[in-house]
């Protein structure tokens, strides 16, 4: 039953001659019917309830059709040193330096609550952090790995924090995942193979332990026991944010695509998947990097011409959805770099990006890259507080 039909059936119940009696009766009838309607709906999707009820998805992606506008946080242990969220990688930082930045990572300035009230102040309708970066480093707690912030100086679960405010303001919760790169899991097939045949780090990294093609299934029941807990343990989530594309083009043959996209969607079916332009077209939505358009020719110099051509047909089929198009408020880098400061985006730019993605059909995801204390960096803060105000 509809929204529409249980109002319609009240207001004849009302307009009725019935006793007192039978009027509390014929309300108790309806009530729950409705209440039960509405209180198995995501506060997110309020206003959706109908088409919820029939497909979770459908009302999903409708919600995500009329959002407009979402926050992206890229924030981890990359956050203290101030030089990006690659920082390990470019500055060929040895694995067992980097990870003494835990003891370090105290983020006493994340405040859930007042990120999700800029959100909102700004208009937007969601959230996107970063749960687990290329680094692996996680912001929640698992049982697949200590290397977390809850095994971190701060102890703290804050996707666990954020999930509570996006609970009480009726935003959606999506999680970005490092799905396709991870410099620290020893069964991830590039770590072995940067480290030994094109090394990025000062001498070779002992946790690597692929050796076969057969060795990547660890990494893979990792990722999947990783999304089983984010899918389980916080609640609603609107989406899972898969990144990046470029770990999938090198060897898709190492990564069961659409049994990850199943294990999703049987967890919690109205939760949306992306993975950057797409990796198979069956995305519910693509999100391209400042633009609407991928470089077919990076990959294919990259990866080869099967690659580019698994890419762009997966683009194809994403191309004709409601899309979203990610930026940053920094020059370039998505986590914190300092070297920036001074030179955020201001409030016009972004409406003019907000303008340019809601013409090509997408919403912005607009990025800001906490400091390493947690909070949101001033200029930022400017930006998004201006950004509800008229041109």
């Not at 969601?126 to 697949?144: G, K, P």
């Not at 072995?192 to 093609?213: I, V, Y």
């Not at 990783?226 to 990144?243: F, K, S, V």
């Not at 940053?328 to 409406?351: F, I, M, N, P």
Request: glycine letters at 8%.
């Amino acid at each position: 039953m509809t929204r529409n039909e249980i109002a319609l059936d009240r207001r004849r119940f009302l307009a009725s001659g019935l006793t007192a009696a039978g009027g509390v009766l014929a309300a108790s009838c309806l009530t729950p019917v409705w209440g039960a309607l509405v209180a198995d709906v995501p506060g997110y999707l309020r206003g959706f309830e109908a088409l919820y009820a029939k497909d979770p998805a459908a009302a999903a992606r409708a919600w995500f059709a009329s959002a407009r506008c979402g926050l992206f946080m890229h924030y981890g242990l990359y956050s203290l040193l101030g030089r990006g969220e690659w920082a390990m990688w470019w500055e060929k930082i040895p694995l067992a330096e980097y990870e003494k930045l835990t003891a370090q990572f105290t983020a006493e300035k994340f405040d859930a609550a007042a990120i999700t009230d800029l959100a909102l102040a700004a208009g937007m309708k969601y959230v996107n952090i970063t749960t687990r970066h290329h680094d692996s480093f996680c912001l929640f707690a698992s049982q697949h790995t200590n290397y977390s912030s809850v095994h971190s100086a701060a102890k703290r679960d804050f996707v666990a924090e954020l999930a509570e405010q996006c609970r009480k303001k009726r935003l959606g919760l999506f999680l970005y995942y490092s799905y396709a790169l991870d410099w620290r899991h020893p069964y991830f097939y590039p770590v072995r193979f940067l480290n030994e045949r094109k090394p990025h780090f000062k001498g070779p990294q002992p946790h690597c332990l692929w050796k076969k093609e057969e060795d990547s299934k660890h990494y893979i029941e990792f990722v999947h026991g990783q999304l089983r807990e984010l899918l389980t343990n916080y609640g609603p989530i609107a989406g899972i944010w898969l990144d990046p594309l470029s770990g999938y083009t090198a060897r898709p043959d190492l990564f069961p695509i659409e049994e990850t996209y199943q294990l999703i969607r049987q967890l919690q079916p109205q939760t949306l998947i992306s993975f950057k332009i797409g990796a198979t077209g069956t995305e519910d939505f693509a999100a391209p990097e400042r633009g609407t358009g991928f470089n077919a020719d990076g990959i294919r110099r990259r990866h080869g011409a099967k690659s580019a051509d698994l890419i762009s047909k997966a683009w194809q089929a994403n191309r004709g959805k409601h899309n979203e198009i990610c930026n940053t408020l920094q020059d370039g880098a998505w986590g914190y770099d300092k070297r920036s400061d001074g030179r955020h985006r201001d409030s016009a730019e972004v409406k003019k990006m907000l303008a340019e993605a809601a013409a090509a059909h997408c919403n912005l995801l607009l990025n800001t890259g906490p400091l390493g204390d947690g909070s949101i960096h001033p200029e930022d803060i400017q930006t998004l507080r201006r950004l509800a105000e008229p041109i």
